[in-house]
T-cell receptor, first 112, second 114 residues
Framework: AQSVTQLGSHVSVSEGALVLLRCNYSSSVPPYLFWYVQYPNQGLQLLLKYTSAATLVKGINGFEAEFKKSETSFHLTKPSAHMSDAAEYFCAVSDRGNQFYFGTGTSLTVIP | GAGVSQSPRYKVAKRGQDVALRCDPISGHVSLFWYQQALGQGPEFLTYFQNEAQLDKSGLPSDRFFAERPEGSVSTLKIQRTQQEDSAVYLC????????????FGNGTRLTVT
């Protein structure tokens, strides 16, 4: 079975500081992994995806994530937070079929 | 259109009323998904279509929920005899249908049952 755990439902960082959002997954097959961002009253927008190529994946808006099989993790990072990064972030795992499993989300606050 | 379109954006229904939520996916996307998102939670899977075939409806919470995609494009999620616990945002997503294809989401329909 597949599942996703996002540690920390709320994360606050200062503008310009490092952003680190944690995601651990459980999968019975080699997973596909995704990070999505959701702004208020909008749907989810794809930030980046891991599909078994390079373990370090670069996405939009300066975000990147590293797949670590030994730690079953796919943490999202950004070197320098911007005010516009304030949003809800969701990690998701796909079982390579038609099912996507989402975490409960991490709300990112950026303090000016 | 360029993205997934959902209508209406907001729907208020009195308990017991029937509602219909529409999703217009990205042109050419064979896979279509419906998710339910409660406040402060991640999306929860409801049902999945590949073209016009409904291949998985295991997430539908009760037989009051029904989805269709008759021509393999636009989809409708219908909820009969709405209950307060049905209040949520209903998200539609589409994809190319390949194993590594990401989901592309609409902006959702916020359903409030009073």
């Amino acid at each position: 079975a597949q599942s996703v755990t996002q540690l920390g439902s709320h994360v606050s960082v200062s503008e310009g500081a490092l952003v680190l959002l944690r995601c651990n997954y459980s999968s019975s097959v080699p997973p596909y992994l995704f990070w999505y961002v959701q702004y208020p009253n909008q749907g989810l927008q794809l930030l980046l995806k891991y599909t078994s190529a390079a373990t370090l994946v670069k996405g939009i808006n300066g975000f990147e994530a590293e797949f670590k099989k030994s730690e079953t993790s796919f943490h999202l990072t950004k070197p320098s937070a911007h005010m516009s990064d304030a949003a809800e972030y969701f990690c998701a795992v796909s079982d390579r079929g038609n099912q996507f499993y989402f975490g409960t989300g991490t709300s990112l606050t950026v303090i000016p | 259109g360029a993205g997934v379109s959902q209508s209406p954006r907001y729907k208020v229904a009195k308990r017991g009323q029937d509602v219909a939520l529409r999703c217009d996916p990205i042109s050419g996307h064979v896979s279509l998904f419906w998710y339910q998102q409660a406040l402060g939670q991640g999306p929860e899977f409801l049902t999945y279509f590949q073209n016009e075939a409904q291949l998985d409806k295991s997430g539908l919470p009760s037989d009051r929920f029904f989805a269709e995609r008759p021509e393999g494009s636009v989809s409708t999620l219908k909820i009969q005899r709405t209950q307060q616990e049905d209040s949520a945002v209903y998200l539609c997503a589409s994809s190319l249908g390949q194993q590594s294809s990401p989901l592309h989401f609409g902006n959702g329909t916020r359903l409030t049952v009073t």
